[in-house]
């Protein structure tokens, strides 16, 4: 059931949302040259990776040192928009209707961070990940990693089609306040190192 109800709303979503998908590929092209989307790999079901597509937000800029600059120094104004109205994640719904992702299941992060797991956490990966999830809509970014991940794994025990249903609603009424975009004194999210217990 949560398969097919994935298939037939991101695939409404694409049709629907094709003139605006359009429309801001257009001004990412314009104001940040190529490419228009970003695309990595991330950990989907099982860890398995599979490639993340979004709107560009950021430029390839880099210090004398040939490292990238901060996360801060790359976001651009129009992508600091994108963000904050979660519009960057629209192309998203390609990995949901391809399934790689699901409408709702915990973020998919990077790569690096799954050595960096404890048991417990690692379970977020029991399930497909999600363009929205229990934890975007009970403080995104602005939740400690250790939160996020255990309201991940709520998720995983306690997922339901009604439950899925809550969370869009919420992911709704989050974007247009724009609540939790980002962590405190940060662009975005400072990257997760693991969690250290004694």
């Known amino acids: 059931m949560k398969r097919l109800f994935d298939i037939l709303l991101s695939a409404s979503a694409l049709l629907a949302l094709l003139p605006l ?10 104001k940040m040259g190529a490419p228009v989307m970003f ?8 860890a398995a990776p599979f490639e993340l597509i979004k709107f560009r937000t950021m430029r390839n800029a880099v210090g004398s040192d040939g490292v990238p600059l901060s996360d801060a120094e790359r976001l651009t104004a129009f992508g600091g928009f994108l963000r904050s109205t979660s519009l960057d994640e629209l192309p998203g719904l390609w990995n949901v209707l391809k399934g790689d992702m699901s409408l709702v299941g915990p973020r998919p992060l990077l790569m690096e961070y799954l050595p960096r797991y404890n048991a417990e ?11 929205t999830g229990w934890a975007q809509v009970n403080g995104r970014n602005a939740l400690s990693w250790e939160e ?4 991940d794994v709520w998720y995983v025990d306690n997922r339901s089609i009604m439950l899925d249903l809550r969370i869009i609603g919420l992911t709704v009424l989050k974007v247009v306040r724009r609540d939790g ?4 004194g940060e662009a975005t999210m400072p990257k997760f ?6």
Do not use: C, M, W, Y
């Open 121 to 131: 956490q690692a379970r977020r990966h029991e399930v497909r990940p999600g363009l």
């Open 148 to 151: 996020k991940f255990a309201l």
């Open 193 to 198: 190192q693991g969690t250290h217990r004694p």
């Open 39 to 46: 695309r990595q790999a991330r950990p989907g079901l099982n």
């Open 21 to 30: 998908l359009f429309i801001i590929g257009l001004i990412v092209r314009l």
């Open 181 to 184: 975009i980002s962590a405190d």
